[in-house]
């Protein structure tokens, strides 16, 4: 079996040291580049992380995401991004005033988007302010962090508290089974794709009749 967590190879101290010297660069980097007025909202803004298991999708599945997460809502509708911050950037470049988005996320650069921003930690799933009411938003995009059922399960509580009824979720293809069992949810046609190639074929799973088939 290939997921046990033996096999991960893990980064030497050295490897460690150079993989956070790049990150301070490239934050260095990222705050010349903001101050230059790049869009604050265009995914590049905030470069991925994947210490934190950060993986942004491509700009065109982001859009395609968005896109459903709209429709989805229907006018004035509500949308929350759980641990799915490109399709929240998506969401907001829009400025579309007739939805309103929030975006649940553990990553703290997101802060910078204000009241919208929630720190989120799957673990704690239901640790939430008291402005997220329970069942207020009309759809969910979830993106949980860890191929886990641990984790899934976790967020799993958030998005069931949050939705009023309708779920998107995207994680890996091996969870099928899971995401059924948590959440109700089955796997669409549409396939999304990731900026970076991941060695794991991800895919959507919806609980409505969605625009992904």
């Known amino acids: 079996k290939m997921d046990d967590d033996d096999d991960i190879p893990q980064l030497s101290s050295q490897a460690l040291a150079a993989l956070q010297e790049f990150y301070l660069e490239q934050e260095q980097r990222e705050g010349t580049k903001t101050s230059q007025g790049s869009s604050q909202y265009s995914v590049g803004s905030i470069e991925e992380n994947w210490q934190l298991s950060q ?60 009241e919208e921003f929630v720190f989120y930690d ?16 009309d759809i969910v995009v979830a993106d949980p962090p860890y191929l886990s059922e641990e984790c899934l399960e976790k967020t799993a509580e958030t998005i069931k508290y949050l939705t009023k009824g309708k779920i998107l979720l ?40 969605s625009g992904l088939d």
């Open 55 to 114: 993986f942004w999708y491509s700009e065109e599945t982001a859009s395609c995401l968005a896109n459903e997460a709209i429709a989805a809502a229907g006018k004035d509708g509500k949308i929350a991004c759980i641990s799915a911050p490109s399709v929240y950037q998506k969401l907001k470049e829009r400025e579309d005033p007739s939805v309103s988005v929030c975006i649940l996320e553990y990553d703290r650069r997101f802060s910078v988007y204000g």
């Open 170 to 209: 995207c994680t890996g293809a091996v969870m099928e089974e899971q995401a059924a069992k948590h959440l109700g949810v089955k796997m669409c046609k549409f396939i999304p794709r990731h900026s970076r190639n991941l060695a794991n074929e991800f895919r959507c799973y919806v609980n409505y009749v």
């Open 122 to 137: 799957y673990n704690n799933p239901l640790s939430l302010p008291e402005s997220l009411l329970p069942h207020s938003f």
